[in-house]
């Protein structure tokens, strides 16, 4: 599954870059996120709480940055299992500053396996669209309050 798509905040580029590796803003802001904590340089554990149609389930995982390039782009690599099944991925995220706002682009790809997938397959990519849409809204809300 590919997941494409761009965000332009009202924030200056070096604060949406500290928000975006922000352990406690991505906890607030990434729906179903019950845990995202640090074990190491740039890499950390997740547990998340997902639902695609009628199949929900928690899923425990890890995401890595990698590919920094301060404060313009990275590379996040993700996996995760739960008892419905295991998803594993990589996103590119890319900030472009303009007139004192900040253009997020990101493209990703997932892979989902197990029953998550066999069941949710046709509403897979229009709720991943929705949780991408409900992080960034978070994640703006966020970067405003602090302006």
């Excluded at 500290?18 to 729906?31: G, I, K």
């Excluded at 739960?82 to 500053?97: A, K, P």
């Excluded at 989902?112 to 703006?140: N, S």
Aim: hydrophobic residues 35%; neutral net charge; aromatic residues 6%.
């Amino acid at each position: 599954m590919e997941l494409v798509g761009e965000h332009t905040f009202a924030a200056p580029r070096e604060r949406v870059w500290q928000f975006m590796l922000d352990p406690e803003v991505l906890r607030q802001c990434l729906p179903g996120c019950e845990k995202l904590e640090l074990i190491g340089p740039d890499e950390y554990a997740a547990t998340m709480k997902i639902g695609v149609a009628m199949i929900r389930g928690t899923f425990e995982g890890r995401v890595k940055i990698s590919d920094k390039q301060e404060p313009e782009r990275y590379t996040m690599l993700v996996e995760g299992k739960g008892s419905q099944g295991q998803v594993s991925g990589t996103g590119n995220l890319e900030l472009i500053e303009e007139d004192g706002k900040t253009r997020v682009k990101y493209a990703g790809d997932a892979n989902v396996r197990g029953t998550i997938a066999r069941v949710g397959a046709r509403v897979m990519q229009p709720a991943a669209k929705m949780i991408v849409g409900q992080f960034f809204q978070c994640l703006e809300s966020k970067a405003a309050s602090t302006t």
